[in-house]
């Protein structure tokens, strides 16, 4: 578990950017769908600190934008979102003109993915002093996550050290907690699956992660979605403590049908989780005190289908006396368009807030 000392925090080390040059790493790869920005949210949590590091001579943002996207076509919007000018580096010789300026998609470099030893030190270059705010990223071996707090002095931003604190506290209550996983993908969250099966007091799947689940315990989920090469794994998992779904809504041929579990067709695929298994899974929730939830349970891109979610969200939004932290990019991005942002404790990082809680560290603290 990560402590984050006061001389490694920014709020308390404002005197050590005054007059200089700073690099931030920070995460503006938001979703960008006909000129506008979705997940605001993202942008706006590094506001507090932008503010503190107005002392500061120059400040460069180190950001990705996916893998290939340029950052150049989102920056009117940033700009608007913060409420500040800022200048646009194309490359690392690129001379900064405003007090704010953003670095071309830090992706697009080679040796950035590669965690490049030359290449971080050409981007430490531009500055004298390091501030990591990106959470979203703490768990990529990058080189502006992994390699440039080895070459600078570094300080972590205020929603850094807000999301730290946060997971934190579930970390010390884990058998006080439950976890609420959806989303496609189960083999990413397998190791927090495990470490939860030991600790926490239940684990509710659903979603993607429960079609795989339910296929590796011999269940029919027709054309679901499914990770076929994590079936053995799945197998060999037994406990009481896991919670899957039992009824759903599913397309066949264009239609939409009401199945429970064991009535699945091979036609079918399910695109959404059933009213009969979210009361289920309510009257389990409202016996715990810490919630952690990260994951879509439908296909909410259809809004045929994003009911189970919707009704979960808003199930834990009316909850209260509780802990609840939710996380993960599809997750806020739909709790952001249903104005349900402000009700929950918000992690910006899906992989980053899974990852650290299965294993209690990150690459921006590793020697």
Request: glycine residues 8%; contains cysteine; proline residues 2%.
């Given at each position: 578990?990560?402590?984050?000392?006061?001389?490694?925090?920014?709020?308390?080390?404002?005197?050590?950017?005054?007059?200089?040059?700073?690099?931030?790493?920070?995460?503006?790869?938001?979703?960008?769908?006909?000129?506008?920005?979705?997940?605001?949210?993202?942008?706006?949590?590094?506001?507090?600190?932008?503010?503190?590091?107005?002392?500061?001579?120059?400040?460069?943002?180190?950001?990705?934008?996916?893998?290939?996207?340029?950052?150049?076509?989102?920056?009117?919007?940033?700009?608007?979102?913060?409420?500040?000018?800022?200048?646009?580096?194309?490359?690392?010789?690129?001379?900064?003109?405003?007090?704010?300026?953003?670095?071309?998609n830090v992706r697009l470099f080679k040796g950035e993915k590669e965690c490049?030893?030359?290449?971080?030190?050409?981007?430490?270059?531009?500055?004298?002093?390091?501030?990591?705010?990106?959470?979203?990223v703490a768990h990529r071996k990058h080189s502006s996550v992994y390699l440039?707090?080895?070459?600078?002095?570094?300080?972590?931003g205020f929603n850094f050290e807000k999301e730290i604190t946060l997971l934190?506290?579930?970390?010390?209550?884990?058998?006080?907690?439950?976890?609420?996983?959806?989303?496609?993908?189960?083999?990413?969250?397998?190791?927090?699956?495990?470490?939860?099966?030991?600790?926490?007091?239940?684990?509710?799947?659903?979603?993607?992660?429960?079609?795989?689940?339910?296929?590796?315990?011999?269940?029919?989920?027709?054309?679901?979605?499914?990770?076929?090469?994590?079936?053995?794994?799945?197998?060999?998992?037994?406990?009481?403590?896991?919670?899957?779904?039992?009824?759903?809504?599913?397309?066949?041929?264009?239609?939409?049908?009401?199945?429970?579990?064991?009535?699945?067709?091979?036609?079918?695929?399910?695109?959404?989780?059933?009213?009969?298994?979210?009361?289920?899974?309510?009257?389990?929730?409202?016996?715990?005190?810490?919630?952690?939830?990260?994951?879509?349970?439908?296909?909410?891109?259809?809004?045929?289908?994003?009911?189970?979610?919707?009704?979960?969200?808003?199930?834990?939004?009316?909850?209260?006396?509780?802990?609840?932290?939710?996380?993960?990019?599809?997750?806020?991005?739909?709790?952001?368009?249903?104005?349900?942002?402000?009700?929950?404790?918000?992690?910006?990082?899906?992989?980053?807030?899974?990852?650290?809680?299965?294993?209690?560290?990150?690459?921006?603290?590793?020697?």
């Amino acid at each position: 578990m990560i402590e984050l000392k006061k001389e490694k925090l920014l709020r308390f080390n404002q005197d050590k950017i005054k007059n200089k040059d700073v690099l931030v790493r920070v995460d503006f790869n938001v979703d960008f769908v006909k000129g506008k920005i979705l997940n605001k949210y993202r942008i706006l949590s590094f506001k507090e600190t932008l503010n503190f590091l107005k002392p500061a001579k120059r400040v460069i943002l180190i950001s990705h934008f996916g893998d290939s996207g340029s950052l150049k076509k989102i920056l009117p919007s940033i700009e608007k979102l913060l409420k500040i000018k800022i200048g646009f580096l194309k490359d690392l010789n690129s001379k900064p003109k405003e007090k704010f300026n953003l670095l071309e998609n830090v992706r697009l470099f080679k040796g950035e993915k590669e965690c490049g030893l030359n290449f971080a030190k050409k981007l430490s270059s531009l500055g004298e002093v390091f501030v990591f705010e990106a959470f979203s990223v703490a768990h990529r071996k990058h080189s502006s996550v992994y390699l440039l707090p080895k070459i600078l002095s570094t300080y972590y931003g205020f929603n850094f050290e807000k999301e730290i604190t946060l997971l934190n506290k579930v970390l010390k209550n884990l058998n006080s907690s439950v976890l609420v996983l959806g989303g496609a993908k189960i083999s990413t969250k397998l190791p927090l699956i495990k470490k939860f099966l030991n600790k926490a007091s239940l684990i509710i799947l659903g979603g993607g992660l429960a079609n795989t689940f339910l296929k590796a315990k011999g269940f029919e989920v027709g054309q679901s979605l499914i990770e076929e090469d994590i079936l053995g794994e799945i197998k060999k998992i037994y406990s009481s403590k896991i919670l899957v779904p039992f009824d759903f809504y599913v397309l066949n041929k264009n239609k939409i049908f009401h199945r429970f579990l064991g009535e699945i067709e091979k036609e079918d695929k399910i695109y959404d989780v059933g009213e009969e298994s979210l009361e289920v899974f309510f009257d389990e929730l409202k016996k715990v005190k810490n919630i952690v939830f990260s994951g879509p349970f439908g296909f909410v891109e259809d809004q045929r289908f994003e009911k189970g979610t919707f009704g979960l969200i808003k199930f834990l939004s009316q909850l209260k006396n509780k802990f609840i932290l939710v996380g993960g990019g599809d997750t806020l991005a739909f709790l952001e368009k249903k104005k349900l942002l402000k009700k929950f404790k918000i992690s910006t990082g899906g992989g980053a807030m899974l990852y650290y809680l299965a294993k209690e560290k990150l690459w921006t603290e590793e020697k």
